[in-house]
């Protein structure tokens, strides 16, 4: 019996520390999926090592938080974006500046994202703003 409570605790506090984005709805997964592609398709430069994403939920905000690496571990032009569920798909918010020009690269006519995901990359202007520096927080 201390055994079985023993695992079942071990197995808790595993769980506990996995990935975030292991318990979002899959909608929410595919979408932070698509973000992650465009990053790698669309928006890396040539001279790019390479993108990397990050998930985090900020309240009750899915938010994912995209960047370029020039070789090491610091990630430049950070983009916060914002996934959010539209009934069986999802729609990816650009929510600051980086992201913004980020956004111009991926929804272009004839990118790969654009062309896989129509209309799901857009602007997030005219919603409620992101605080940048509080979503950042979240991913330290």
Not at 10 to 34: E, R, T
Request: proline residues 5%; hydrophobic residues 40%; glycine residues 12%.
């Amino acid at each position: 019996m201390a055994t079985r409570l023993g695992s079942f605790a071990l197995a808790f506090v595993i769980a506990g520390c996995s990935d975030p984005l292991s318990s979002a709805d899959p909608v929410i997964q595919s979408g932070y999926a698509a973000l992650d592609g465009a990053y790698a398709t669309d928006v890396k430069p040539s001279d790019a090592k390479f993108t990397q994403c990050q998930y985090a939920l900020v309240g009750a905000r899915h938010i994912a938080r995209c960047g370029i690496s020039f070789g090491g571990p610091n990630l430049a032009q950070l983009g916060y974006w914002e996934i959010e569920r539209r009934g069986d798909g999802f729609t990816l918010y650009a929510m600051n500046g980086k992201a913004l020009a980020a956004l111009d690269k991926i929804a272009r006519p004839g990118s790969t994202s654009n062309t896989a995901h129509p209309g799901a990359f857009v602007s997030g202007q005219g919603r409620v703003p992101l605080d940048v520096s509080k979503a950042a927080a979240a991913f330290k």
